[in-house]
Structures are given as structure tokens and as C-alpha cells.
């Protein structure tokens, strides 16, 4: 291990006051971050990082600095083994502001028999890593990750603690930038917020009459693929989803205490694609101070991808589901037969298998079309998922 990494050249405060000066610049100028990365890898005892500003999830990245890194390796991961990682999604489930090591996620034993451990860590001599959760929300996180090698001592105590040193001036750093992005567009309208999302987002009366639908909801009525707008009333291509809207509808309408809740309805096209539809109902007073006076729902419709954290976390807390058995739900998620799952996750067809067995009955279905119906509606943007209720006899 290099001399640069002994606990008495970082003991003076100066190193950690320039480090902190630092952290703050680079919140106000993207370019400075890379060598942050460094330098808080250097502080904590590292002899590399990344530092990984996340949109969705840890594995997708919007923007991610690294040091001291193998190109090559890092390009593999990003090609092949993102998906074989074991500790994630786990990892983005911990509260920002958590200090959590590889093996506590994963023990060493169990992680050396992974074909991630023996195809992408073992190569490049990479034993342990510690975390650092600097930001959470709905739809991702972000972390610093410091890594040690061959030849290094384990995650230990002193790591933890300069760890902890360094996480809340970058969570600070982090709510500067959100600022200042917030600063630039505090001025738009609600209206416009909704027209430019990517989601197809309709505001409908009771009678399901479409008030406002923005720009990829336009479009996606102009497809007639997943909904419709006879006569300027949405309708589903799925009459099961039909149902569910109208009644869905009336109730908001009402006040009925049954539709205070988001609702999820699943629309399956003619060429078998899977969509749903997440319907919120609004509250008088919003209906009353909304664009349009009689709108009684905001209806949210998407195709069924689940790329983001969220939907894991939640099923994984609502169900107590193991590290094994989220990445099987992923992978399921994602359309993955059991065998492709076996070979993206690196692990065999008896253990997807196994999990599969485990999700069935820790949920209650039977089917794996009704996993990926639970793993939808948890994936709400408006909703946590909750436990199926028993049908009234």
C-alpha cells in the first residue's frame, strides 16, 4: 500500500478544510468533481472512487466521476456486468447520510463465489469498498464509493469515520446544485412542467372527457396503440383497464374515500406490450385551484419498465425480500426468461428458480405476470405499493 495512505499524512485539519473548500467549488462548477473524487478517496484511504450522481439508479448513472479506474474494466462493467453486481440495487435502498461497507451488504465469503467477484473484481484486485448514501429521493440516489485493494487492509473504523467526515459537505454540495437548478426555473408553470414530461399525462372530468393532455399523451392518442380519445373521452384498448378508469373516475368525482388513493390499472395492447395507467384523484380544493375547474383525476400512462430503485425498494420492504430475490425480480421486470436471467445475474437456472419459488410465496401470486403487475404498481410515480387485499367472499 502506498505511503500516501498512512493515517499521519492526513491527520492535519488543513487537508480536510481544502478538501471541504473544494467539495463546495465543484457544487458550483461541474469540472472540479473528478478530482474531488480523488481527493476524498485519498482523505478516506482509498486508492480509487467513483462518485455516481444518479437520475433512476446507481446503474444508470446522469452524471459519474471516477479515479484511478481501469478504462478497460470500467467499460466492461458498463457492457456486461452492471447487472451481475450483487450489492446493487441493494445499496441505493440505505437512507442518504448511511456509511455502509461491501461485506455489509454482502459477507466476503458469499461475495467471492459470485462470477461478478471472479470475472470483474477478482482481475483487477479489488477486495472491499465503503459507501458513502450522499442523496435519496423517489426516483434515485447518489453515492461515493472508495475502494480497496490486493494489499490493503479491509474497511475498517478510521475509513468509516473520515467517510463520515466527508459525506455531509457533500450532501450540502449536492442541495446547492438542486438550488441553483430550481433558481434558473422556479418560474414555470405547473402546465408546462406537465407538458414537458416524457410520461403521457392526461387530466380528465368524471366522465373520463380529456381537459388537458400533454405533449407525449397527444401523441400516444394519436397512435391509438394503448388509449383513445372518441369524442374527447379517454378509453383504454384494454376493457379490463377500462373499467377500472370509469369506475375510478366516478368515485374521485364523489370524494368516495375509495379513491383517495392512487389507482393502477394494467392495459395490455393487441401486440402484447404492457402498459399501465396510474390514476390520482384529485382533491377538490386542486380541482378547484387547478388549469380547469372540473378535472376530478390526473391519469399517468407508461409503458412497464421498471429501470429505477424505487419499485425494488418498495417491494423489498413490503415483502422482505432477500438481495437474490430482488435481482431475480428485476431481471423478470426487465422480460427475462429464467435462463437469461441465470446468465445476466451469473448464477444458475436452479437458483433463479429457487428465488422464483421464494417470490411466489412471500407475495402471494402464483404467476410471473402477476409479479410484474406487483412490480408495476410499486413503480407508481404517485403511490407506495401495498399488499393485495383478500377479495370479499
Known amino acids: 500500500m502506498q505511503d500516501t495512505f498512512k493515517d499521519s499524512e492526513y491527520k492535519d485539519s488543513e487537508y480536510l478544510s481544502r478538501l471541504i473548500s473544494r467539495i463546495y467549488d465543484a457544487s458550483l462548477d461541474r469540472k472540479l468533481w473528478k478530482g474531488v473524487v480523488e481527493e476524498c478517496c485519498l482523505f478516506i484511504g482509498g ?48 437512507a442518504a447520510g448511511t456509511v455502509v461497507s461491501q461485506s455489509d451488504i454482502l459477507p466476503h465469503a ?24 450522499i442523496q435519496k429521493s423517489p426516483t434515485g440516489s447518489s453515492l461515493l464509493a472508495v475502494r480497496r485493494y490486493d494489499g490493503d487492509p479491509p474497511v475498517d473504523a478510521r475509513m468509516r469515520r473520515r467517510m463520515a467526515l466527508v459525506l455531509p459537505h457533500l450532501q450540502r454540495a449536492g442541495r446547492i446544485g438542486a438550488a441553483r437548478q430550481f433558481q434558473d426555473t422556479k418560474n414555470a408553470a405547473l402546465t408546462d412542467t406537465l407538458a414537458g414530461l416524457a410520461t403521457a399525462v392526461f387530466l380528465v372530468r368524471a366522465d373520463a372527457k380529456i381537459v388537458f393532455a400533454n405533449a407525449a399523451a397527444q401523441t400516444m392518442l ?35 374515500g375509495a379513491a383517495s388513493g392512487a389507482i393502477a390499472a394494467p392495459i395490455v395492447t393487441k401486440d402484447g406490450e404492457r402498459w399501465i395507467a396510474h390514476v390520482l384523484p384529485l382533491q377538490s380544493g386542486a380541482r378547484r385551484d387547478g388549469a380547469d375547474v372540473y378535472a376530478v383525476a390526473a391519469v399517468f400512462v407508461r409503458k412497464v419498465a421498471v429501470d429505477t430503485p424505487r419499485a425494488l425498494e418498495g417491494m423489498s420492504k413490503l415483502y422482505r425480500l432477500t438481495a437474490g430475490e430482488l435481482r431475480v425480480l428485476q431481471a423478470l421486470g426487465e422480460g427475462c426468461s429464467v435462463a437469461a436471467a441465470a446468465d445476466m445475474l451469473g448464477v444458475t437456472e436452479s437458483t433463479v428458480k429457487t428465488h422464483l419459488r421464494h417470490l411466489f410465496e412471500k407475495t402471494g401470486v402464483n404467476r410471473q405476470a402477476d409479479l410484474i403487475k406487483l412490480l408495476a404498481g410499486a413503480d407508481s410515480p404517485i403511490a407506495k405499493p401495498t399488499r393485495p387485499q383478500p377479495r370479499e367472499a
Request: hydrophobic share 40%.
Open 110 to 133: 458469499d461475495m467471492r463465489q459470485t462470477r461478478f467477484h471472479q470475472e470483474w473484481l477478482q482481475p483487477q484486485g479489488i477486495t472491499d469498498a465503503l459507501f458513502g448514501i
Open 47 to 94: 486508492p480509487a472512487g467513483n462518485l455516481f450522481f444518479c437520475k433512476d439508479s446507481a446503474q444508470n448513472p446522469e452524471a459519474f466521476f471516477a479515479w484511478g479506474t481501469d478504462n478497460a474494466f470500467q467499460s466492461l462493467y458498463n457492457q456486461k456486468y452492471t447487472k451481475m453486481n450483487p450489492i446493487f440495487p441493494v445499496t441505493t435502498f440505505y
Open 222 to 256: 394519436s397512435e391509438m396503440r394503448v388509449v383513445r380519445g372518441y369524442h374527447s373521452l379517454l378509453t383504454a384498448v384494454c376493457p379490463d383497464a377500462n373499467v377500472v378508469l370509469r369506475h375510478t373516475f366516478a368515485a374521485a368525482a364523489l370524494g368516495d
